[in-house]
């Protein structure tokens, strides 16, 4: 007669409780501290003894419940039972023991991830009821978020223990238990690394796999995944006032719930096939073996081959691409022959039918290399379409954003410069160390971005149309008044003051190693009333084209007038004068600075914090001034800051303008 | 009672058990012998439902006993090496053991501890002496009162007053319960005093299984003083080894040795002949030497 179907045995779960109780005390003592603990406190300190309202109870109280404090803890908590509670599969002795017993292995399973379940879930469950207790106690609302709160924890406590299940059940050594956990949470970072270094090596500008792929290895790390999605997301009335408090993140919670089904269902089976003579083994599923070496052969071939080639490459021996490939084979051989060694623990692996195996494993490392390699030259001539471009920048000597349609000059720079990029390319492997860094970015109506970042040689005649376009864009009127005074520059009202300060640097003293003497050095104050007027004078200049070939780095493409060695290079010219003026930004503005999470908005909206507000609109701007910015010098001759037009450079300055 | 067909295992290609066949009758002590690395603990895995065989059954009551919770209930298992949990007593051992034996009989349990004076129940068992260790093991193997008794070199370690005390613990066992045992031994000696069937192992196979009585009975050592040499036995006998001193033919003969003294009787002339019975230690090394398992002369 065939024993009936049970998942649960109680003399096993006692055993397990009982054995590990100092595990799940600290585990509890840490969730009890990290949870009710510091309510109580909060509840109790005498910070709070003048009065402690409601609110601020309230979210002192969603302080101790944010899920990132916990995700960690709960990954470790799990990985320790998971541990504890596998570890008579571990051992020959202990495997023997417990599988001679009447007990089958469903029963051991179901027991097994009853008990870990259990240490993991019931302490949160002590520290909610707990909660809820102060809660009522200290008239704290949100009682139901604590609640929700430990839904939330115990859906991580089954996803966690999913994880540490179907690792224990992969290996036969506890140690490699943890190696095989922080793997798997690591995994899609590791590939996604991979890739990543072989396309931003070999695709020429590319820098990143883009957004969405970043994304989706942040998805697939589960650790990562819930400390960056999974949060109180807090919704506010027109007035500042708190209405609601919602969950964010709950599709990925969904999302791993499911694969935690799997992950038990499949450590089930892998169990129920489980040889128990494979206790001690570093990996004990069969048809798995392969697939690691191969697996590890190919991390270890790619990113090996890649850090040599670096070496090479800075060596100035150089590294080309036949080289490269048999470095790739060999560090190949090697990883593929070590992954063997650490799963057979045995230094004898080098049999006639593995080198038969790593035969076949090189075929595949050159297969997934060259893979990559045409991936990289996907990604390398990869120009979105005009019509999917929610935004592009541009970057030389300072970020341009243009939107939609507008998007189209950045596009065909981007163009000109995939045209010449054998050229380009050329130039930088040749030793060429005097190169500018051309930024290219696109936000794409989908959602991903794609960057592009090109190191285009200053001193190239070849290069100068593809300069000239880029500083064109930053000449641009509207594009320079963004860039300087941000997007709503034409609803400022509001300034503080600013200075006005000149440099005076003697031609004969530039090879001298100090050659900033203060008594070539003066400023003077400006008031607010003064800082609008100059502000205006500066826009007239601004639009009159004669300001920004002051501030443009690479004006020289474009100005008949070496302006360059006036502008960015400023320092090697003779005599400097520069505006600073301080404003604030309306409150309209969009591009104010953020600062802080959500909480942190919170926090400043119910104290009402002017000083939060302005500080996220505060601004200054820094601009050099020349010769040509008529209305500027005019308006600080208007404003008697300067004598006249004529002594605008003012003391020990003031001879050489004359 | 048990049924051992065709058991094949294999450990990474190294095949342990090579069509390993077995029967052990209900009431029998069962002492399977064989050489180190013949496959008796791999066979003995298989009867307590620990390893899963590669082909053929494993059954105990007509039943499979892998993954079956209801015949390993009737089966206790000692092995080799022994397991008790990290900081367990015997108290606490004994709670796991009534919680997973139905048939645990608790009352037996205190009735036994004046066999196990220096066991201190409260005392954690890792702490205890190895020979203490098995103590409890049999203490609680025996209380579970089990229908089959598994027992893989139980002895080793016990003092010689203990382990007769256990023996004749088991003994009453069988004889009252009708308990069937198995015992992995290599101290022939002791499974020659408590056996009553015998099986060897070698190289993954049970080569011999019959009664101890049968075996002994079988194959004897013929002692021949005689003037030239020692007329050849007819077919049906087998000399497993033969050596001389001198005169002194030593002959260790499979088959009948009344038929087989007649025989050399009538065919050496002026010869004294003398039929010494065997130990099981004898029969295993000679038996052995028959399978290509070397013996060396020193032995005899």
């Known amino acids: 007669m065939k024993s009936k179907i049970s998942f649960f045995n109680k003399t096993i779960f006692k055993k397990n409780v009982t054995l590990y109780w100092p595990i799940w005390g600290i585990y509890s003592l840490i969730v009890v501290i990290m949870q009710p603990g510091l309510v109580w406190l909060f509840n109790n300190m005498d910070y709070f003894s003048n009065g402690y309202a409601d609110e601020m109870k309230f979210r002192d109280l969603m302080d101790t419940l944010r899920f990132e404090n916990y995700v960690v803890l709960i ?220 697996v590890v052969g190919i991390f270890g071939a790619i990113f090996g081959a890649m850090l040599v080639r670096e070496v090479l490459l800075d060596t100035r021996i150089g590294c080309g691409m036949p080289l490269f490939v048999c470095m790739l084979l060999i560090i190949g051989a090697i990883c593929y022959f070590a992954a063997d060694m650490f799963i057979k623990k045995s230094f004898h692996v080098f049999k006639k039918k593995n080198w038969l195996g790593c035969g076949v494993f090189s075929v595949v490392v050159l297969v997934a290399f060259f893979g990559m390699y045409a991936l990289a030259n996907k990604y390398e001539n990869e120009v979105p379409k005009l019509a999917d471009i929610e935004q592009a920048e541009i970057q030389l000597g300072y970020e341009i954003t ?19 990029a054998d050229y380009i390319e050329s130039r930088v492997s040749d030793g060429d160390r005097y190169y500018n860094m051309v930024r290219i970015s696109y936000q794409l109506k989908d959602g991903d971005t794609i960057t592009r970042r090109y190191a285009l040689s200053q001193e190239d005649e070849k290069l100068n149309a593809i300069y000239k376009k880029i500083v064109l864009l930053e000449q641009d009127e509207e594009n320079y008044l963004v860039n300087t005074f941000g997007k709503n520059y034409a609803n400022i009202t509001t300034f503080y003051g600013g200075s006005l300060e000149a440099y005076f640097i003697n031609p004969e003293d530039r090879e001298k190693e100090d050659y900033y003497p203060d008594k070539n050095y003066d400023s003077k104050n400006i008031d607010a009333v003064q800082a609008k007027e100059i502000y205006e004078a500066i826009l007239a200049d ?18 008949e007038e070496d302006v360059y060695t006036r502008g960015a290079d400023k320092y090697y010219g003779s005599t400097e004068v520069h505006i600073m003026l301080d404003y604030l930004l309306s409150e309209d503005a969009s591009d104010k600075k953020t600062n802080g999470s959500t909480s942190d908005k919170y926090y400043g909206d119910v104290v009402e914090d002017q000083e939060y507000v302005d500080y996220q609109r505060q601004r200054s701007v820094y601009l050099t001034i020349g010769p040509d910015c008529e209305h500027v010098i005019n308006k600080l001759v208007e404003l008697e800051l300067v004598e006249s037009v004529g002594h605008i450079w003012w003391g020990d300055a003031e001879e050489l303008l004359k | 009672m048990i049924q051992v067909n065709n058991v094949v295992k ?291």
């Open chain 1, 402 to 420: 243009l939107y939609g349609e507008a998007a189209a000059p950045i596009l065909e720079i981007q163009k000109d410069i995939l045209a010449q």
């Open chain 1, 542 to 559: 601004i639009k009159a084209g004669t300001l920004m070939k002051y501030n443009i780095y690479g004006g020289k493409y474009i100005y």
């Open chain 1, 75 to 294: 990954a470790f908590a799990a990985l320790l039972a998971g541990m504890a509670l596998y570890s008579y599969m571990y051992n020959n002795k202990s495997a023997n023991m417990i599988h001679s017993l009447p007990v089958d292995r469903t029963q051991l399973y179901g027991t097994t991830i009853i008990s870990g379940l259990a240490f993991l879930i019931v302490p949160l469950f002590g520290a909610a009821l707990l909660s809820t207790l102060l809660c009522l106690i200290y008239t704290i609302p949100g009682i139901g978020y604590v609640w929700l709160w430990f839904f939330v924890m115990a859906a991580l406590a089954i996803i966690a223990f999913s994880i540490v299940s179907i690792c224990a059940l992969f290996t036969g050594h506890i140690v490699v238990l943890p190696m095989y956990v922080v793997a798997v949470n690591l995994l899609s970072w590791i590939v996604y690394y991979l890739i990543s270094v072989v396309i931003t090596t070999f695709g020429f500008g590319v820098t990143t796999l883009g957004s969405n792929a970043e994304d989706l290895a942040g998805v697939f790390c589960p650790i990562q995944c819930f400390n960056d999605n999974l949060s109180w997301a807090y919704h506010y009335s027109d007035t500042g006032e708190l209405v609601d408090i919602s969950l964010t993140g709950v599709e990925f919670l969904l999302l791993y719930l499911v694969l935690a089904v799997v992950f038990y269902a499949a450590a089930y089976v892998i169990y129920r096939k489980r040889k128990i003579e494979q206790a001690g083994d570093f990996l004990t599923v069969n048809w798995v073996k392969p697939i690691f070496r191969g």
């Open chain 2, 10 to 300: 294999e450990f990474d290609g190294f095949r342990a058990l090579d069509g390993v066949n077995m029967h052990v009758k209900k009431g029998a002590i069962y002492g399977l012998v064989g050489p180190n690395g013949a496959g008796k603990s791999t066979i003995i895995r298989h009867l307590t439902g620990v390893y899963r065989q590669d082909a053929g059954e494993v059954m105990v009551n007509g039943q499979e006993v892998f993954e079956n919770r209801l015949v390993k209930e009737k089966i206790a298992y000692i092995p080799d090496e022994l397991f008790y949990f990290l900081q367990a007593d015997t108290m606490e051992m004994m709670k796991y053991y009534e919680g997973l034996y139905p048939t645990f009989d608790r009352e037996m349990f205190f009735i036994l501890k004046e066999y196990f004076p220096t066991i201190d129940l409260k005392r954690n068992i890792r702490r205890l002496s190895k020979g203490m260790q098995k103590q409890v093991a049999f203490w609680l193997a025996i209380c579970c009162k089990p229908e089959v008794l598994i027992l893989d070199e139980p002895v080793d370690g016990l003092d010689p007053v203990m382990r007769r005390q256990i023996w004749s613990i088991l003994m009453a066992e069988v004889a009252e319960r009708e308990m069937t045992v198995v015992v992995s031994s290599h101290n022939l000696r002791e499974l020659e005093d408590v056996c009553d069937h015998v099986g060897i192992m070698n190289k993954g196979k049970v080569i011999i299984e019959r009664s101890l009585s049968d075996l002994q009975g079988n194959v004897t050592k013929i002692q021949v003083a005689c003037e030239g040499e020692v007329p050849k036995l007819p077919e049906g006998f087998k000399v497993l080894h033969q050596s001389n001193i001198g005169r002194v033919h030593t002959l260790i003969v499979r088959g009948n040795p009344d038929e087989a003294v007649a025989h050399i009787t009538a065919g050496a002339e002026k010869s004294i002949v003398d039929v010494l019975p065997l130990s099981l230690e004898e029969i295993f090394i000679y038996e052995m030497g028959g399978v290509d398992y070397e013996v060396k002369d020193f032995l005899l």
